[in-house]
C-alpha cells in the first residue's frame, strides 16, 4: 500500500453497496484512496465499507446512506465527505437503476414502452441522470479549489440505449452520456477532467436478472472495472477529458478501450447562422 | 426504441427537429440573436411534419428529420431523402459485448469506437 497509487486521493463513489461500485471501492481502497462511499441501502453499505477497512484501515472510509436524485441528500453527502477528509478529487457517478426494475427479463420479453410503470420511469431518470449532475456539482468546487480532479460517469454501451425493452435505462444513460460532454467542455482548464467508464455489455450484477437465461460467468464481471477505475483517479490519467472508456477492452491497451464521450465523430451539428462560432 | 416498440402496430414514431437554433422564445434576443432572422424560422418544421402525418407518411418509422434541410423546392420524396437519418445514430456501430447465450442475439466482439 505504501507504494499504492491513489495515497492521499478523496474518493467519493455512489452505488457502493454491490456489483461495479463494490468492486471498484475494493481496489480503489487497495491503492490507498480514502473513500466516501454512498447508497441508498445502509445494510449493504455497510458491509463494503467493513470490507474497505478491512484494506485500509479504520480511517480510511465513511459510508453515507443518501439519495443521490435528492438535491439535499446529494449535497449534504458531499458536504460530509469533504468535512470528514478535507478534500474531494474524484467521484465515481456510479449509482444507478438497471432494466432489472422495469422487467424480470428485460431482454427475453422486453416490455414496450407503454407498458413501463411511470413513476419507476421517472425514478431511473431521476437516480440515472439527474443524480450524477447533483452529486458532480456539489464536489467540484471541492476539486477546482485544488486545480486537480476527476468525474466518472458510469453509463452503458451505444445500442443498449436504445434496444427494445431498455426503457427507462438507455435514455436516462444516453443523457448522461450527453452531460459528461458537456462537463468535460466546461472544466476545460481547471484540472479537473470528466470522462465515462462502462463494462463494455452486460455485467455481472443485480442489473441482469437470472431469468435472462445468461450464464453468470459469461457476463463481464466487476472486478473488470477495477483497473480502469484506478487509471482515471490517479495521477496517470491527466489531460485525458471528454472520453469514453470500455474496461472490458482494457486488457488492448488505451488506444482500444477508448474513444470521444457523446460520439462527435458523427460530425452532425446543429445549423447555425454562419456568423456563430461554437 | 419507441420506435422500435410500435412496429408492426401501424403506429410510427419519429424525431423531427428544427436543425438547430430556431426562432423561438427557447433563443433569447441578445448577441448574435438579435437578428432574429439569422435563426430557423418556425415554419419549416410545417412541410415535413404534414408529409409525416400523411398516409403517405404511415410507411416511415424510426427516422429523425432536419426541418431546416427541407427545400421546397424539390418533392417530399427527395426530401426525406435528403433530410432524414436513422434514429440515435445505429450508423456509429457502437455495440455491447455481449455472451452467447444473450437472448437479444448477437454476439460482438465490441466495436464501441464506431
Known amino acids: 500500500m505504501a507504494d499504492g497509487k491513489l495515497i492521499g486521493k478523496v474518493v467519493l463513489l455512489t452505488g457502493a453497496g454491490r456489483g461495479l461500485g463494490r468492486a471498484m471501492a475494493l481496489a480503489l481502497s487497495e491503492q490507498g484512496a480514502h473513500l466516501a462511499l454512498v447508497d441508498l441501502d445502509g445494510?449493504?453499505?455497510?458491509?463494503?465499507?467493513?470490507?474497505?477497512?478491512?484494506?485500509?484501515?479504520?480511517?480510511?472510509?465513511?459510508?453515507?446512506?443518501?439519495?443521490?436524485?435528492?438535491?439535499?441528500?446529494?449535497?449534504?453527502?458531499?458536504?460530509?465527505?469533504?468535512?470528514?477528509?478535507?478534500?474531494?478529487?474524484?467521484?465515481?457517478?456510479?449509482?444507478?437503476?438497471?432494466?432489472?426494475?422495469?422487467?424480470?427479463?428485460?431482454f427475453g420479453a422486453p416490455p414496450k414502452f407503454w407498458e413501463l410503470n411511470p413513476y419507476i420511469f421517472i425514478r431511473m431518470m431521476d437516480i440515472n441522470a439527474a443524480g450524477p449532475q447533483l452529486i458532480a456539482a456539489a464536489a467540484v468546487p471541492h476539486m477546482m479549489k485544488n486545480g486537480w480532479g476527476r468525474i466518472v460517469n458510469i453509463t452503458t454501451a451505444l445500442d443498449a440505449m436504445y434496444a427494445p425493452g431498455m426503457g427507462a435505462y438507455g435514455p436516462s444513460k444516453a443523457a448522461l452520456e450527453a452531460h459528461t460532454a458537456i462537463m468535460a467542455k466546461d472544466l476545460e482548464g481547471t484540472g479537473v477532467t470528466a470522462n465515462v467508464l462502462i463494462p463494455g455489455g452486460p455485467a455481472n450484477t443485480r442489473m441482469i436478472p437470472d431469468a435472462t437465461g445468461i450464464p453468470r460467468d459469461a457476463l463481464i464481471q466487476p472486478e473488470d472495472m477495477q483497473a480502469p477505475a484506478v487509471w482515471l483517479a490517479s495521477d496517470e490519467s491527466d489531460g485525458h477529458s471528454g472520453k469514453r472508456f470500455i474496461a472490458a477492452l482494457w486488457g488492448q491497451g488505451l488506444e482500444k478501450a477508448s474513444a470521444p464521450c457523446a460520439w462527435p465523430q458523427l460530425g452532425q451539428q446543429a445549423i447555425l447562422p454562419g456568423s456563430i462560432g461554437r | 426504441m419507441i420506435a422500435g416498440g410500435v412496429a408492426g402496430t401501424g403506429v410510427t414514431c419519429n424525431v423531427l427537429i428544427p436543425g438547430g437554433p430556431a426562432d423561438t422564445r427557447m433563443i433569447s434576443a441578445t448577441g448574435v440573436y438579435e437578428n432574429r432572422d439569422k435563426l430557423i424560422q418556425p415554419d419549416v418544421m410545417v412541410p415535413p411534419l404534414l408529409e409525416l402525418v400523411s398516409e403517405k407518411g404511415g410507411k416511415i418509422n424510426n427516422r429523425r428529420f432536419r426541418a431546416a434541410l427541407w427545400d421546397t423546392s424539390i418533392g417530399a420524396d427527395e426530401n426525406l431523402q435528403n433530410c432524414g437519418d436513422p434514429i440515435a445514430w445505429p450508423q456509429l456501430g457502437g455495440k455491447a459485448i455481449r455472451p452467447d447465450n444473450d437472448p437479444r442475439g448477437n454476439k460482438n466482439t465490441g466495436n464501441e469506437n464506431g
Do not use: K, M, W
Open chain 1, 43 to 106: 445494510e449493504e453499505l455497510q458491509e463494503v465499507a467493513h470490507e474497505v477497512q478491512a484494506i485500509g484501515g479504520g480511517a480510511s472510509v465513511i459510508p453515507l446512506g443518501a439519495d443521490v436524485c435528492d438535491p439535499e441528500s446529494a449535497a449534504t453527502a458531499v458536504h460530509y465527505a469533504a468535512e470528514n477528509f478535507g478534500r474531494i478529487d474524484v467521484v465515481f457517478n456510479n449509482a444507478a437503476l438497471g432494466p432489472q426494475a422495469v422487467s424480470e427479463d428485460p
